[in-house]
């Protein structure tokens, strides 16, 4: 079955930086689309950065571009997601997920994001 574990999360400054990396098992990875989603406290989740499974074409949120990259290592099967610029708005737990996703049960548990000062 469908495995994602999302790492790196945590309580930075804003304008802080951090790296996120999500696992997956459980299908073929290399040839599918990835993508890096968020959701923030009472709020819907929402579309951040989708990567071309050979690394090529990326997307990005208007809310995240110029300061979140997307990358991913096939042989290892993770998708990366580097932040910078780090505002409080950007305060979620980070997910990923095929692009489209999967279905309901494909979700991981998702890594926390804040941006405090």
């Known amino acids: 079955q469908v495995q994602l574990v999302e790492s790196g999360g945590g309580l930075v400054q804003p304008g802080g930086s951090l790296r996120l990396s999500c696992a997956a098992s459980g299908f073929t990875f290399s040839v599918n689309d990835m993508g890096w989603f968020r959701q923030a406290p009472g709020k819907e989740r929402e579309f951040v950065a989708r990567?071309?499974?050979?690394?090529?074409?990326?997307y990005y949120g208007d809310s995240v571009k110029g300061r979140f990259t997307i990358s991913r290592d096939n042989a290892k099967n993770t998708v990366y997601l580097q932040m910078v610029g780090l505002k409080p708005e950007d305060t979620a737990v980070y997910y990923c997920?095929?692009?489209?996703?999967?279905?309901?049960?494909?979700w991981g548990q998702g890594t926390q994001v804040t941006v405090s000062s």
């Open positions: 997920n095929t692009f489209p996703p999967g279905s309901s049960a494909s």
């Open positions: 990567l071309a499974p050979d690394g090529g074409r990326r």
